[in-house]
């Protein structure tokens, strides 16, 4: 099964509202969260990324917030905008080559988020 | 940097055919990945390589296998296609940093 999931699979906002997107996880060991933003035919792209020695990291309009007790992720998008509408994923690495790098990341199912005039 | 570039964007292939999705990256990055991506769903890692020469197998490798013979290109070989592998083809790379870069994709039909 997955390691990494939603809780929607579809978040509908007004436009200028903030929106929450949320991510669980089920494995401890996991110590690196990234969320992605996927528009229509296009590849996942970064949006932001956060250690497990941190509970929040902020970037311009985003904020993403991990609580490892509950082992919950979670994306902040502030004064949401028409060009936010894509699908949202959470991605989860557990281990780490030396010197950096990755042997892949854990993907969740993804959240479509839809931006009301 | 045209960073991660995936070719052919379309393909259709038929029951049984061969064919090989191309993966290309100008950031030196020393590990690549390929992923697909079934309607609706997440991603899921099929292979990976950690540097030239090096492939290792991901959640799901059946039906494939890949090469990489540069550092820069990392080919995804379809054998005897078949209808479980339409799907949406995407390659990644990544370097000191952990996170990923993607290509554009590759969507392939499978009839």
């Known amino acids: 099964g997955e390691s990494v999931g939603l809780h929607l699979p579809t978040l509908s906002v007004q436009e200028g509202d903030n929106s929450i997107i949320n991510c669980a996880y089920s494995?401890?060991?996991?110590?690196?969260f990234i969320w992605y933003k996927q528009e229509s035919g296009k590849g996942p792209q970064f949006i932001i990324d956060i250690r497990s020695n941190m509970d929040k990291r902020q970037g311009q309009r985003v904020t993403v917030l991990l609580n490892k007790t509950v082992k919950h992720l979670s994306l902040q998008i502030a004064a949401t905008q028409p060009g936010d509408s894509a699908v949202y994923f959470c991605?989860?690495?557990?281990?780490?080559?030396?010197?950096?790098?990755?042997?892949?990341?854990?993907f969740g199912k993804g959240t479509h988020l839809i931006i009301q005039p | 940097n045209a960073g991660v570039t995936q070719t052919p964007k379309f393909r259709i292939l038929k029951i049984g055919q061969s064919m090989t999705l191309q993966c290309a990256q100008d950031?030196?990055?020393?590990?690549m990945y390929w992923y697909r991506q079934d309607p609706g769903m997440g991603l899921k890692l099929i292979y990976y390589s950690v540097g030239a020469g090096i492939t290792d197998k991901g959640e799901v490798p059946n039906g494939y296998n890949v090469s990489r013979s540069t550092t820069e290109d990392f080919p995804l070989r379809l054998e005897l296609a078949a209808p479980s592998q339409t799907s949406v083809y995407f390659c990644?790379?990544?370097?000191?940093?952990?996170?990923?870069?993607f290509g554009s994709g590759t969507r392939l039909t499978v009839v």
């Open positions: 494995n401890s060991a996991s110590d690196y």
């Open positions: 990644a790379s990544s370097g000191r940093a952990r996170w990923l870069h």
């Open positions: 991605a989860e690495n557990t281990e780490m080559y030396s010197g950096g790098g990755a042997d892949g990341l854990t």
């Open positions: 950031m030196n990055h020393n590990y």
